[in-house]
């Protein structure tokens, strides 16, 4: 029931704001701008349906993780910087419920940004035979990808009690996160791209979003990357939990 | 040494006409976005069975000031065929179903490769011309790309106008 | 008794904080602790109530061990800190009813303007916390701190920051609770005016440990309270 009580304060603080909403307007132009683009500029609009499903799915998954990352840095060493943590550990809950609670309004900003994209997606995918197990896929994978993030910087936000610092260490993180981005094909066939791929749970999801949908292929192909992001999940939360029981003021 | 030359002569005139190659249709107008095939017809000739042919398609762009080969990576993912065996006297009929990536004016081979011969064959150009169309709302995508952004504007100033409150 | 501290430690890194504390707090005192800066007084109230953890030693709150009952503990007191910050975005009336909630009180909107009321504060219920001025701010924070009703209160200078009606209003406040409600005060301050005027019992802590303490009254029989705290301290840096 506390946690529920930081949950809301930490929602009514961050996401139905005037500056929350921006966020969300910007989203929702960027993924206008994104799905026209991709549906009448001549040599986009005559990618294959799937590849441009497939690119939006992309795109949502990595604001989710970005706003999770951005959400966690404030999370505890911002109050601390505020001097409203204090108040906090004064009342009688649990450090463990005043994570969960922060986590809560960070899975529902996740979800506001799923939502928002949902429209998009079906625009973008009609008639695409993978629409709706890929729309799946994203609900979970975006899912986990969001605790497994935000969690981690969480627990840095507990242990450097800097936001600035913890920011500065997500932004690296997420870079890394996202490097399969930005190597080509041929990049990601070395010995490098591939320890990369096999140990970055953003990849897993994304390699995992384009066998689903592009090549359709069954869970069964995505089982181990599927294991191994789950993996990430309970090293995150476990992360987390050290972090905040240590945490002192 | 004339012996060699009339055995070489004769060498390449058989091969070039041991196997024959088409393309067809021979024009083409259609609409980007669109999908077509081209059929490739490859005839064998002579009285002895031809194998391990290989014939793909190729694609230039003629379009005035933009004439360049084209890369058919997006167009088709089928670009080369490889026949075991065609018959004395057979034919064989290969299909290159493509999508059609951008407008322009075009031309159409089909290439014929014999490892035991020296010359490549091709058939004759197909001529294509490919027309862009202006799609405006395609997959209805403009009440979305306009009307979300909209819808969460107005959720937006909603949130400002409840917060707003008295302040000293 | 409410508070009893036996041989308290606490340790950041080389340096010691607290070193061998002992003291204790009976019900109904408005207890002043007092010492000059860098002391140990913040971090004696901030393991008193259960934020940090100490290296050694035992704290009994009303019974309660604070470093195994540390959520017990929490229920039963609460604090003003020193550096206390708001969540400016909320009204007070959303506040005060953000921590009632998380101390388990029903709270209606008549508790919170009889709340507010207390501190001068009624009428601001529906104001942003960051168009209040640092001194009501700082009444707001106190309230905060009466939320659950507690048995104890620690208040980690209470009166900073407010002009001389403001301080006697805290004043009177903490007396009506002492007296009317049984709450017993736990009071650091470096204003000896405060203390004079509020406690009833003392203690003086220099480099981690208490180096005098007893009745006031008793004390003053010695000179005055500020000869006590500069000879106790020797130093005496305020």
Redo the contacts between chains.
């Keep these: 029931m506390?946690t529920a009580?930081?949950m809301q304060?930490e929602i009514?603080?961050s996401i139905?704001?005037?500056k929350g909403?921006?966020w969300?307007?910007i989203t929702?132009?960027i993924?206008?701008?994104l799905?026209?683009l991709f549906?009448?500029n001549?040599?986009l609009?005559?990618?294959d349906q799937g590849q441009m499903l497939y690119r939006i799915m992309n795109f949502i998954t990595a604001l989710g993780v970005l706003m999770g990352l951005v959400f966690g840095a404030d999370a505890f060493a911002g109050?601390i910087e505020?001097?409203?943590?204090?108040?906090?550990?004064?009342?009688?809950?649990?450090k463990g419920e005043i994570a969960l609670g922060k986590l809560g309004a960070v899975l529902t900003n996740w979800g506001i940004i799923f939502a928002?994209s949902l429209?998009?997606l079906f625009?973008?995918g009609?008639g695409e035979q993978n629409l709706l197990i890929g729309i799946a896929y994203l609900a979970i994978l975006g899912t986990f990808l969001a605790i497994i993030f935000s969690a981690f910087s969480m627990g840095l936000s507990a242990r450097i009690k800097s936001m600035k610092n913890s920011l500065i260490i997500s932004f690296f993180v997420f870079l890394l996160a996202g490097a399969p981005i930005f190597l080509s094909a041929a990049q990601r066939r070395t010995w490098f791209g591939r320890i990369l791929d096999f140990i970055n749970p953003f990849a897993g999801a994304i390699n995992t979003f384009d066998n689903v949908v592009i090549d359709s292929q069954g869970f069964s192909y995505q089982a181990g990357r599927v294991a191994i992001i789950c993996g990430y999940l309970l090293l995150s939360l476990w992360f987390l939990k050290r972090s905040v029981s240590r945490l002192?003021? | 040494m004339i012996f060699l030359t009339i055995i070489a002569y004769y060498t390449s005139a058989s091969a070039a006409s041991r196997i024959a190659a088409s393309i067809n249709p021979p024009f083409i107008q259609a609409n980007?976005?669109d999908k077509i095939t081209y059929v490739g017809t490859i005839t064998n000739n002579s009285d002895r069975a031809v194998n391990n042919i290989i014939a793909y398609i190729s694609l230039a762009n003629v379009t005035p000031g933009k004439e360049a080969p084209l890369d058919l990576e997006?167009w088709s993912a089928n670009k080369a065929i490889k026949v075991d065996t065609i018959l004395p006297r057979g034919t064989y009929e290969g299909q290159w179903p493509m999508?059609?990536?951008?407008?322009g004016s075009y031309v159409a081979y089909i290439t014929v490769v014999d490892k035991n011969d020296n010359t490549p064959l091709s058939s004759d150009m197909s001529h294509l011309e490919i027309k862009?169309i202006l799609?405006?709302n395609?997959?209805?995508?403009?009440p979305?790309?306009?009307g979300?952004?909209v819808a969460?504007?107005m959720?937006?100033m909603f949130?400002?106008f409840r917060?707003r409150k008295w302040v000293k | 008794m409410i508070i009893s501290v036996e041989n308290l430690v606490k340790k950041y890194g080389d340096y010691t904080a607290l070193d061998g504390l002992n003291f204790t707090v009976e019900h109904g005192d408005i207890f002043g602790f007092l010492g000059p800066n860098g002391a140990g007084k913040t971090t004696t109230i901030?393991i008193l109530?259960a934020?940090?953890?100490a290296d050694s030693g035992n704290v009994l709150i009303e019974g309660h061990n604070v470093f195994k009952e540390p959520?017990?503990v929490?229920?039963i007191t609460?604090?003003f800190?020193e550096?206390?910050?708001?969540?400016e975005?909320m009204t007070a009336r959303e506040y005060l009813g953000?921590?009632a909630?998380?101390?388990?009180e029903k709270t209606s909107k008549q508790d919170i303007y009889e709340l507010l009321e207390v501190v001068g504060l009624h009428g601001k219920e529906e104001h942003l916390i960051r168009s209040f001025s640092r001194g009501m701010k700082q009444r707001l924070?106190i309230v905060?701190a009466l939320v659950n009703k507690p048995k104890l209160l620690f208040l980690d200078e209470p009166t900073n920051g407010l002009d001389p009606k403001g301080r006697r209003d805290i004043h009177d406040l903490l007396i009506n609770l002492n007296r009317k409600h049984g709450t017993t005060i736990f009071l650091s301050t470096h204003l000896l005016d405060d203390v004079e005027r509020l406690c009833n019992r003392i203690a003086i802590i220099n480099y981690g440990k208490i180096v005098r303490a007893g009745e006031l009254d008793r004390m003053k029989g010695k000179g005055t309270i500020e000869d006590i705290f500069f000879l106790s301290t020797k130093e005496g840096t305020l």
């Design positions: 506390k009580y930081i304060k009514r603080e139905l704001t005037p909403f921006l969300y307007i929702s132009m993924l206008s701008a799905s026209y549906l009448t001549s040599e609009s005559l990618l109050e505020r001097g409203t943590l204090e108040a906090l550990f004064l009342s009688p809950v649990d928002i429209p998009y625009v973008v009609k002192e003021m | 980007m976005g997006d999508r059609l990536i951008d407008s862009r799609r405006l395609p997959n209805n995508v403009l979305v790309a306009i979300e952004p969460l504007g959720a937006f949130v400002a917060r | 901030r109530t934020i940090i953890k959520l017990e929490k229920k609460n604090a800190p550096s206390n910050g708001y969540y975005w953000f921590f909630n998380l101390y388990g924070g905060r």
